[in-house]
């Protein structure tokens, strides 16, 4: 094999590997709201991936919004804490690569 085919079918396998990459994590955000509607901030947001047990914990910001970026793709389950409001458990949230998901969580 001529080198510059080498070069080339080595070029090649790199792209495809790096356009497979692009897809192996998603995000997750959204807004936490008290009952009134008024945003929520500080409160505790965790995310689980209930395949593999990768955790991660932020604060939802001033304005009640939280972001987890570049998760790994799976099935989620999150966990929304805030002193004086019963805890918020949803579970089943599928992540597929490259998806961009938003939720509401209203507290109660």
Known sequence: MKFHTLRGAILGLLMVACAFAQFTTASLSGSLLDP???????????????????????????????????????????????????????????LSGNQNETLSVTMR
């Open 36 to 94: 009134s509607g008024a945003s929520l901030p500080d409160a505790q947001v965790t995310v689980r991936n209930v395949d593999t047990g990768f955790t991660l914990t932020i604060k939802s910001d001033s304005a009640g919004a939280f972001r987890f970026s570049r998760l790994p793709v799976g099935t989620y389950q999150m966990t929304v804490e805030k002193p004086g409001f019963t805890t918020y458990v949803p579970s089943g949230i599928q």
